[in-house]
């Protein structure tokens, strides 16, 4: 009986995956538990198919995760939406320092998110009308339990053609990645 390594496990769940040509692949943690070649060997295999033009959902509790070909970033923080949007926008310094930890900015990130937040959804309402033919995910209002708790609540969310995105949080976070993916495993029509 042969035992595979953890490196050649996912070479072999990502090539499987690949045979059926999907139009996205859903990584979720790719890099726990690899050696240092193996971490080496998926970036750069993530990167070369992003390149080839199949989109990527990266999941990771880990910035230092991230390959240059990603384009958008969502954080997730205490169960909610901390932060999305495109890369360079999300990954500032002072964001990263609040998502893990660095508690002498809350008290300002809480009030200038709920102004922050109310605005962006009164824009993004008027340009999702027509840009949501272009989405491979759609998700609109989605409430996301994990048990009984609900994790996140009316849950906006867009993915569309060309962009790759990662969602970063801290490790308890886990639990609401596979939650969330698994229901939209279970519910084919929110992939177009």
């Known amino acids: 009986m042969r035992y595979y390594s953890n490196g050649e496990t996912r070479k072999t769940l990502i090539g499987k995956a690949l045979l059926s040509d999907p139009k996205m692949l859903i990584l979720d943690e790719p890099f726990e538990g690899l050696d240092f070649n193996s971490v080496i060997w998926l970036k750069q295999t993530i990167s070369s198919l992003i390149r080839k033009g199949l989109a990527i959902l990266l999941i990771s509790n880990r910035v230092e995760d991230l390959v240059p070909e990603i384009t958008h970033v969502l954080c997730l923080k205490s169960g909610e939406v901390f932060a999305k949007g495109e890369r360079a926008d999300v990954l500032t310094q002072e964001r990263m320092e609040l998502l893990y930890e660095n508690k002498k900015f809350e008290e300002k ?41 609900v994790v996140l609540e009316n849950f906006n969310w867009t993915v569309k053609k060309g962009e790759n995105w990662k969602i970063v949080g801290a490790q308890w976070s886990r639990e609401i990645y596979t939650a969330k993916f698994n229901h939209c495993r279970q519910s084919p029509g929110l992939f177009k």
């Open 109 to 149: 990130k809480e009030e200038n998110l709920l102004l922050t937040n109310e605005v962006q959804e009164s824009n993004t309402l008027k340009k999702n009308i027509n840009r949501d033919q272009d989405a491979i995910i759609l998700m609109r209002k989605v409430n996301v339990r994990y048990g009984n708790k």
